[in-house]
């Protein structure tokens, strides 16, 4: 059966989570996946960009239904920019055979997130 299975969107504003750059590697590893937390590292992340993940983790959670932690789930862009799901085993043995779709916008502060899911 095709057709869609969930919609989520979410909205978060960088000044909500500005402060999480200065958390610890050991914090961070709680909130971003391990794929993440090394893009991080190597390219430096802004509030924007770090708010944008955190929105997708939500719109996700809201558009699955699927509870998880927020390290199993990796929001990484493919080499065009347009961003995608990186899943943990956990939540690819939960989601099946569903596709994702994500997109991710900035303005003036915040970042939101639209997922939807659709049944293959």
Same mark, same amino acid.
């Given at each position: ?8 969107? @979410?909205?978060?504003? %960088?000044?909500?989570? +500005?402060?999480?750059? #200065?958390? *610890?590697? %050991? ?10 937390? /090394? #893009?991080?590292? *190597? =390219?430096?992340?802004?509030? %924007? /960009? ?11 959670? /809201?558009? =699955?239904?699927?509870? &998880?932690?927020? $390290? %199993?789930?990796?929001?990484? $862009? @493919?080499? /065009?920019?347009?961003? &995608? ?5 956990? +939540? ?11 997109? +991710? *916008?900035? =303005? ?8 939807? +899911?659709?049944? @293959?």
């Amino acid at each position: 059966m095709s057709g869609v299975f969930g919609v989520g969107v @979410d909205l978060v504003y %960088e000044k909500e989570v +500005i402060h999480w750059l #200065d958390w *610890s590697e %050991e914090r961070l590893k709680k909130t971003l996946h391990p794929k993440e937390l /090394k #893009d991080m590292k *190597s =390219s430096k992340w802004s509030a %924007e /960009k770090l708010a944008s993940r955190i929105a997708a983790k939500e719109a996700f959670y /809201k558009a =699955s239904g699927i509870a &998880f932690k927020a $390290n %199993e789930l990796g929001v990484l $862009n @493919d080499t /065009k920019g347009k961003p &995608f799901f990186y899943f943990s085993e956990k +939540i690819k043995s939960k989601i099946e055979s569903k596709k994702s779709y994500l997109s +991710i *916008s900035h =303005s003036s502060g915040c970042s939101i997130a639209f997922v939807v +899911i659709e049944n @293959d």
